[in-house]
């Protein structure tokens, strides 16, 4: 499916862009946010290339990851990023993340990501489960995906690699009849 575009009451989900890049390296290039990242920082040609990758990737058929820019309703600027992965080994089923500009961390953009994601999953895509992992340390993305109607599955222990060190990941999910329509805003 493309385009991709749903609204919230802050928030546009919408495919990424060219001019996206500079709003997505200060995500994707700051420690903080890539802090409960499987990945260190990256640099700006890294992002180029990602965004380009994810551009490129969205007319493909059939269309397997949606990379879609979080922006801001009121200015149009991308402050975040989320990624719905579908599975080829789980019909209907698909991965997602999110992560946001720490400039706007704190203003529940967190929640209202995850539902924008989440209708996306099953009222465009038709999904029957979508499910995402966390660092357990990583307390604000769980509050978000509970408040979102993620249930919190248990641990995949030693998980995710970074600088030399296994750490574990907490997963969430959620299937079609649990998902609430009418809080994804």
């Known amino acids: 499916m493309y385009p991709i575009s749903r ?7 919408r495919e990424l862009r060219p001019d996206d890049v ?14 409960h ?22 007319t493909a058929d059939p ?16 402050i975040g990023f989320g990624r719905l992965a579908l599975d080829p080994h789980q019909p209907r ?9 720490p400039a706007v961390w704190g203003n529940g953009f967190g929640t209202e990501t ?15 489960r979508v ?10 993305s769980a509050r978000a995906m509970q408040r979102a109607g993620l249930t919190e599955e248990g641990y995949i222990r030693e998980h995710v690699q970074r600088g ?7 997963t969430h999910s959620i299937l079609d009849h649990e998902y609430d329509a009418t809080a994804a805003g």
Request: overall charge negative; hydrophobic content about 45%.
């Open 22 to 35: 500079e709003g997505m390296f200060e995500i994707y290039g700051d420690p903080r946010a890539t802090e």
């Open 37 to 58: 990242m499987s990945f260190d920082p990256r640099t700006r040609q890294e992002v180029d290339g990602i965004v380009a990758r994810s551009i490129a990737s969205a």
């Open 164 to 170: 030399g060190q296994w750490s574990d990941s907490v």
């Open 63 to 78: 269309r397997q990851e949606y990379v879609l820019a979080i922006a801001d309703t009121c200015d149009g600027r991308l």
């Open 114 to 128: 995850v539902r924008l994601l989440l209708a996306c999953a099953f009222e465009n895509l038709g999904l029957h």
């Open 7 to 13: 609204h919230s009451q802050h928030l546009h989900l």
């Open 93 to 101: 089923a698909a991965t997602f993340g999110f992560a946001l500009n």
């Open 131 to 140: 499910w995402g992992a966390r660092s357990p340390l990583n307390a604000a």
